[in-house]
């Protein structure tokens, strides 16, 4: 079974531009999870969609965003991109929304300049 | 805000040898989770505990969840080069609109 794949892999940006990020979760699996990971913060929670659905939300700005498609394929959007951007940016997938497993994708890397 | 607190922050130990990474915090978790990360790859989920108390054992790794449910614990016995990696606990709260919130991590190199 294929793993969840996320797209690019990596992405240099300017500030002031927006950016899309890509996850494919694994087959089957309904819920995906948005990460961003810094040196600084470690690992910290964006939000996470089930069936199209926001189900929960991690205490980001309204800049970071995101969707998920009927075929469980989601999206994350940041607008107005600023240099504290600049991330490791991870989607997990799940079965479903109150499953404890989850995985994780390789990321995107995202510079902003 | 929830906040888990990982002791040590960095772990540089021999082959062989034994270690105990802490997971601790002031708040309820209904699970906790521990995942290893190597450089340029998503974590990777190891274990999940859920009852207070617990303990799970997957090879050389042992996993604690404490009785109260705030803390954990992950004792790796006669580390290998291979356990390198960045470890991470994640706690799922109890109440509000975090799905995890994740440790601070431990950064481990165990030296050949």
């Known amino acids: 079974k294929a793993g969840v794949t996320q797209t690019p892999r990596y992405l240099i940006k300017t500030r002031g531009q927006q950016v899309t990020l890509s996850c494919s979760p694994i087959s089957g699996h309904r819920s995906v999870s948005w990460y961003q990971q810094t040196p600084g913060q470690g690992l910290q929670f964006l939000f996470e969609y089930f069936s199209e659905t926001q189900r929960n939300k991690g205490n980001f700005p309204g800049r970071f965003s995101g969707r998920q498609f009927s075929n469980s394929r989601s999206e994350m959007n940041v607008s107005t991109l600023e240099l504290g951007d600049s991330a490791l940016y991870l989607c997990a997938s799940s079965l479903v929304s109150s499953s404890y497993e989850q995985y994780f994708g390789p990321g995107t890397r995202l510079t902003v300049t | ?112």
Request: aromatic share 10%; hydrophobic share 35%; proline share 4%.
């Open chain 2, 1 to 112: 805000t929830q906040l888990l607190e990982q002791s040590p922050q960095f772990l540089s130990i021999q082959e062989g040898e034994n270690l105990t990474v802490y997971c601790n915090s002031s708040s309820v978790f209904s699970s906790l989770q521990w995942y290893r990360q190597e450089p340029g790859e998503g974590p990777v989920l190891l274990v999940t505990v859920v009852t207070g108390g617990e303990v799970k054992k997957l090879k050389r790794l042992t996993f604690q969840f404490g009785d109260a449910r705030k803390d954990s614990s992950l004792h790796i016995t006669a580390a290998q080069p291979g356990d390198t990696g960045l470890y991470l606990c994640a706690g799922a709260p109890t109440s509000g609109t975090y799905k995890y919130i994740f440790g601070t991590g431990t950064r481990l190199k165990v030296l050949a």
